[in-house]
């Protein structure tokens, strides 16, 4: 799909279908300016039958029969005063579900001036890609929808955007890894296939890779990850992607859960724990392999990205975790499982462990960890804890920008008394209530606390039941934006 900026009036236009973003109480004016483009003269009318008001996700669509256009699809943004560019990537969203077999070449008609113009380019350009993304890899028999080659922003100023707008590709090209990541079953993402997947992005995208294989876990003693790996008949692999630039002067370390199922374990996911969803346990370490993929390509000068998944299963055989276990992580803390259904926090104690021997200036983990975090914040909204705050308006900042939910949540330090064990360092759960809390407070434990640390709970964002915005149905690669304008953010004022 190439996407383009042109700066042409709307009545000079050509293509086969156009979205049009229309502003509450701009109807008339609108309805001039289109006129001339699909020689309707009873647009106005049809508005009103409609109702149509350009109120916010209004959308009404118009099929043309003469003419190199076939189709346009009003869509309301709501008024010019409330008008945010989450207003013009959700209006892009919903008119990019109606394009559709409407031929090959897309215009957007924006009103771009109320924006800085790369922003609202980037916006609206992936909004339309991401928005459109559907999965066939597992349908026997796949009619591929007629895709959209072209894009054209209509309008926007081609100057100042063109850098930010070759930016748009590769970012939606590691949405859509970590979407496919995360909606693959786990019977084909598999430990081993993840740490595959990282071997092809090492060799197709130029990032030094290291995987260590469960004899080279054990020598670093990694007592709690392969406490959960060992209920699985597939071997754990941890992996490691670096991404290197030649001058550096920062550096960073993204760790996502990369749990490819998780049963619960002894504590077997039953009744209305979804235990059929669980192949999604491992959307932290698809937003981190999909940001992989996007540093990879847009090669930041001056920071060091290393990119860390500890990938396993949480199953149960003969010689699984028992509930009760006392098993010893790297940093030789021991911990008393009192429930093996919070492996995650388990897997992810060895792999701070790991990422602060790397010496970091910043540590970001992303984790499908808790069911309490879903409760909380619900599915568009993620959880995140740190101490620093410095790192947390950076990731909010971050998010902010892509338009993904996220909520700075306490790291009540009070509460640790909760997973104190009697017999243990520390066990694995606390008490329901603040049940997302004491997990974040668990994988403290694990982090050199002189290193900013951020932990972000995404077991709510990662997918979604239905067509949400810029999220069809099943998983959103939540996380990948943020992780990436986090990073640019941070190289660009390494500079
Ligand atoms: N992977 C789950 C968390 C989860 C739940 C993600 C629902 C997405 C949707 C995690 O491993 C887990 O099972 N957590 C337990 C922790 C509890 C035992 C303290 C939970 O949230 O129930
Ligand atoms: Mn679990
Ligand atoms: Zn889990």
Not at 234 to 247: A, D, G, Q, R, V
Not at 306 to 318: K, S
Not at 381 to 392: V, Y
Request: glycine share 8%; charged share 25%; aromatic share 8%.
């Amino acid at each position: 799909m190439q996407i383009s900026a042109v700066s042409k009036e709307i009545n000079e236009w050509s293509g086969s279908v156009l979205i049009a973003g229309v502003l509450e109480g701009t109807i008339e004016s609108q309805t001039n300016l289109f006129k001339t483009l699909i020689k309707d003269d009873f647009l106005s009318k049809r508005f009103n039958d409609e109702k149509f008001e350009g109120k916010k996700s209004q959308k009404f669509s118009i099929e043309l029969i003469e003419g190199e256009i076939k189709k346009v699809i009003f869509v309301g943004l709501g008024k010019a005063e409330t008008l945010q560019i989450n207003d013009l990537r959700k209006a892009a969203a919903i008119g990019a579900r109606q394009v559709s077999g409407y031929g090959r070449k897309l215009g957007i008609f924006f009103p771009w001036d109320a924006f800085e113009p790369s922003s609202a380019a980037c916006a609206v350009g992936e909004a339309v890609r991401l928005s459109s993304i559907k999965d066939l890899r597992f349908k026997s028999e796949s009619k591929k929808p007629t895709s959209l080659d072209e894009v054209e922003l209509i309008g926007l100023d081609t100057n100042t955007t063109k850098s930010d707008i070759a930016e748009i590709n590769p970012i939606c090209d590691g949405v859509k890894f970590a979407r496919e990541l995360v909606s693959a079953p786990p019977n084909v993402l598999t430990p081993y296939q993840m740490a595959k997947e990282a071997e092809k992005l090492a060799n197709d995208f130029d990032l030094d890779l290291k995987i260590l294989d469960k004899k080279e876990c054990e020598d670093q003693g990694m007592g709690a990850y392969l406490a959960v790996a060992k209920g699985s008949d597939l071997k754990p692999y941890f992996i490691h992607l670096k991404y290197s630039p030649k001058t550096v002067k920062n550096k960073v370390v993204l760790i996502g859960k990369g749990l490819t199922f998780d049963s619960g374990g002894y504590n077997l996911k039953v009744g209305a724990s979804q235990i059929e969803k669980m192949k999604y346990d491992m959307g932290g370490s698809a937003a981190v392999l999909g940001t992989a993929r996007v540093i990879a390509e847009l090669k930041p000068s001056y920071t060091e990205v290393h990119f860390i998944v500890a990938a396993c299963e949480n199953m149960i055989n003969g010689s699984a975790l028992h509930p009760g276990d006392i098993i010893k992580a790297s940093n030789g803390k021991t911990i008393e499982v009192n429930n093996t259904d919070a492996e995650g926090r388990l897997t992810l104690a060895d792999a701070l462990v790991y990422a602060c021997k790397l010496k970091p200036d910043a540590i970001v983990d992303l984790a499908t960890l808790t069911g309490a975090c879903v409760i909380a914040l619900g599915d568009e909204i993620a959880g995140l804890w740190t101490d620093n705050d410095q790192l947390s308006e950076q990731l909010t900042k971050a998010a902010g920008k892509a338009g993904e939910g996220i909520w700075r949540m306490p790291m009540q330090d009070s509460y640790k008394s909760g997973i104190k064990s009697s017999i243990a360092d520390l066990q694995n759960t606390g008490p329901r209530p603040g049940g997302s809390i004491t997990a974040a407070l668990f994988l403290k434990e694990f982090v050199n606390s002189s290193i900013p640390w951020a932990h972000i709970d995404i077991a709510g964002t990662c997918w979604t039941e239905k067509d949400r915005d810029i999220n069809p149905k099943g998983a959103t690669g939540y996380g990948v934006r943020t992780l990436v304008n986090w990073i640019k953010e941070l190289n660009l004022n390494a500079n």
